[in-house]
Every structure is written in structure tokens, then in C-alpha cells.
């Protein structure tokens, strides 16, 4: 390595390899390049004093050596000046850790993870065995069906801990529900539960959080899934909710039927139950569905995703052979066996007495029973409306919206009408 003063190329300047310099005083911020350092006593004509080095940035400085070598020193002063930025952004004191990711999994043997357990106590059930606390549930139907009212008079009954029908509210108090409904206005809302100007006296625990679609989103967030995370937080902060209902899940984020966005949205709904230790109610639709079908999981729009990481669902299906009932049906649970399916399905009729429009309890049914069926009449009626429609020019997209019908079974006509 070629020494300091040659590099600087000094006049009458002693050859100097590197070594540690320590300032006079305080150290500097950032430590120059070895190319950079003068010695100062071979200019200043050999006088008999320490070797005393300047940096040519700070003409005014003045060093001298030590026995470390430069770059250690470098080092050092790199890493005090880490040390000094870190602090000023909010990060001093904090040691990297050996094993950073090591909090993410929480591991015992099977038979620790029995004993830790045994201990908890159980999850209560919010609405009989279809929701639990703790839970992040799903509850998804057609349009007009009634999801909307079912969910708030789940979300009144936790606020005075009261059953609804055959489902029973296990918990010690009533709880703090927390609506966020982006469907109606609050115009609508009043409506609907005022019967001859006469309002329905709400548990004071409910409270109903409307969707201001003119708030503009504040400079500070990156995104508008961002900002609207942040608003959910704090509307369950100022609440204190325990219990949280979101009337629906396609106005949190768009585009659900993609993976992605689904997985997205579901990690950080979970993460918000874990954090303030809620019960979530999550309201979501259902695509255009052939009725003479059971529903399944499968009939939740969007992605599987969102299926998969809740963990319970429920769907509200409508009879197509006793008008005005509703039927309720267990599709995916943990913290219980299958009670609600197909041959045990729960009626209900929407009723409205007074100033509180809501769901009555029935029976009992078989899913089968409620399903649409189509004799040969009816199947020929079927294929001669779409035969007609198609002939006028409609798609088979806008014959099946005008139907009522699913795609592949208006397709499935078009094809065997082109066919022919």
C-alpha cells in the first residue's frame, strides 16, 4: 500500500503507512480515505514534535497515530456514526438478534402443547355452533336474501347477550359489537328499523360505523387498503370492540378472486383479530349459482383463498318451494362437528314486528326440499327462452342475468342450438 504522503504528493513529506488516528477532542462523523491525510511535521520542515496528521476536508483538525491500522479505525468510526443515525430515527439500544426470526413459531412437543392448552378455557359460541369466539367467520348469501339483517340482529343480541332462536350466546357479559357497514346510508338504516316514527331502542354496546365514501385518504398512507386498515383499527379502538361485523368483504379490497389480494386480505384480517383479541363476522356474496344445487363452499365469491383461512362459514339460502323462507347452512367449522348440513338445515322467516326487522325461527328442514327442481315442462320452457333470446343477439352473459340463470347451463343450450 503506497503511504499517505507520497499519495498526496507533499514536497519533503515522509513516506507514512497507515495507521490509527485518533482526533483531539471528539471523533469525526465519517473517517476520509488514507489517499486524503497529509503529515503535517514533514511539511512543517521536520520540527521535533508528535506526528500529527490533518485531513485536508478539515484543514483545522489535527490528529496523531496510534497502533491500530487505518481501516479498522475506519470501521469503527463507520459504525459509531450507524450507532449515532440509529438513535436519531427512534432505533437506539437495539442489539441485532442471532436468531431474528425465531418468534414466528412457537414450538413445544404434542404433549406440552396438551398440557399448556388444558388450561384455557373453551371458545363460547356468538351464534350457537355456527360462530365462535375468537373466530374468523364468514357468512355469505345471493343479494336481497337478507344478510344484512340477520347481522345486525346477531350483532344487537351479543350487545345484550341474548340467543337468537336455537343459538345460544356463551359469554359472562354482554360484549361491544363494532358494525362497519359500507351498504347502507345512514338515511336507509334509520328506515328500516323505524316503524310509525317510532325508533328501536339498540343495545348501547352496538355500535354502527358508516362508510363516509368522501373522506379523502390522508397523505401519510401508501394505499387505500392501507388507509383503510388503519380506519377499521381505530374505529375498534375508540369502541373497544370485542366483536367486529363487516358488511362486506368486497368493499375492504378489490379484485377478491384473485389470489393474491384474497391471501392479502385474509393474513390481515387475522392479524388484526390476534392483535385486539376479536371475534370477526365477515359478510360476502355469492356468484350466480344454479338453485337446484346445494350450496357449497365452493358458491363464496372469490378466491378459495378466503374460504380456506377462515375459520368458520355459514351461508343463507333462499326455499324456491315455500316462498318467504330462508334456510341457514353449516359449511366449514373447527371448533364443532357438522350440525347444520343438508339434512339438517335451520328456517327462518323474515318478519317485522314493529321497528325491528329480523329472522324467525321455524324448524328444521332437509336442503333438498328447498332447492329448485325442474320437470320436462319446465326444462323445455328453459331452453325455448333462451333459444329466443339468443336469436334476438343477447350474449349468453346477458341471457343468463335476464334468466337467472349459471352460464354453463345457458352455454350448454347455445352450444347444442349452434350444433344443430
Request: hydrophobic letters at 35%; proline letters at 5%.
Amino acid at each position: 500500500m503506497r503511504g499517505i504522503a507520497e499519495i498526496c504528493n507533499v514536497p519533503g513529506a515522509r513516506l507514512l503507512t497507515p495507521r490509527h488516528f485518533v482526533r483531539d477532542g471528539s471523533k469525526p462523523t465519517s473517517f476520509p480515505l488514507a489517499e486524503e491525510w497529509v503529515d503535517q511535521r514533514s511539511v512543517a520542515g521536520g520540527e521535533s514534535r508528535p506526528l500529527q496528521l490533518t485531513n485536508p476536508l478539515k484543514p483545522n483538525t489535527m490528529y496523531h497515530t496510534a497502533e491500530r491500522p487505518l481501516f479498522i479505525e475506519m470501521i469503527r468510526n463507520n459504525q459509531q456514526e450507524y450507532n449515532r443515525r440509529a438513535e436519531k430515527a427512534g432505533k437506539g439500544g437495539q442489539v441485532p438478534e442471532r436468531d431474528p426470526a425465531k418468534n414466528l413459531f412457537e414450538i413445544h412437543t404434542g404433549k406440552q402443547w396438551l398440557q399448556q392448552e388444558k388450561i384455557t378455557p373453551p371458545a363460547g359460541q356468538l351464534c350457537g355452533e355456527l360462530w365462535y369466539q375468537g373466530e374468523l367467520c364468514i357468512m355469505f348469501a345471493d343479494t336481497n336474501v337478507g344478510k344484512s339483517i340477520f347481522a345486525v340482529q346477531i350483532g344487537n343480541a351479543l350487545a345484550r347477550r341474548e340467543p337468537i332462536g336455537p343459538f345460544g350466546v356463551e359469554t359472562d357479559a354482554p360484549l361491544k359489537v363494532l358494525y362497519l357497514d359500507f351498504e347502507m346510508s345512514g338515511k336507509q338504516f334509520q328506515s328500516r328499523y323505524t316503524y310509525q316514527d317510532v325508533v328501536f331502542d339498540f343495545s348501547d354496546q352496538f355500535f354502527r360505523a358508516g362508510f363516509n365514501p368522501n373522506a379523502e385518504m390522508h397523505f401519510s398512507f401508501d394505499s387505500y387498503d392501507d388507509y383503510m386498515s388503519a380506519a377499521i383499527e381505530y374505529a375498534i379502538e375508540r369502541t373497544k370492540a370485542t366483536v367486529v361485523i363487516i358488511d362486506n368483504i368486497t368493499c375492504l379490497r378489490e379484485g377478491t378472486e384473485h389470489t393474491s389480494q384474497a391471501l392479502a386480505l385474509m393474513k390481515n384480517l387475522k392479524a388484526l383479530k390476534a392483535k385486539h383479541n376479536l371475534s370477526v363476522l365477515v359478510l360476502a356474496h355469492t356468484p350466480k349459482r344454479n338453485p337446484s344445487k346445494p350450496i357449497t363452499r365452493d358458491d363464496l365469491q372469490g378466491s378459495k383463498m378466503l374460504i380456506n383461512f377462515a375459520d368458520s362459514a355459514f351461508a343463507i339460502g333462499e326455499s324456491h318451494t315455500q316462498k318467504g323462507i330462508r334456510y341457514l347452512k353449516q359449511v366449514k367449522q373447527r371448533n364443532t362437528r357438522e350440525i347444520y348440513g343438508a339434512d339438517n338445515v335451520i328456517l327462518w322467516r323474515i318478519t317485522r314486528p314493529a321497528n325491528f326487522i329480523s329472522y324467525e325461527f321455524i324448524g328444521y328442514g332437509l336442503e333438498p326440499d328447498h332447492l329448485r327442481t325442474y320437470n320436462h315442462q319446465q326444462r323445455q320452457l328453459m331452453i325455448d327462452q333462451i333459444t329466443r333470446l339468443h336469436a334476438q343477439g343477447l350474449s349468453q352473459r346477458q341471457i343468463s342475468r335476464k334468466l337467472s340463470m349459471s352460464l354453463t347451463a345457458v352455454n350448454r343450450v347455445v352450444v347444442q342450438l349452434v350444433g344443430e
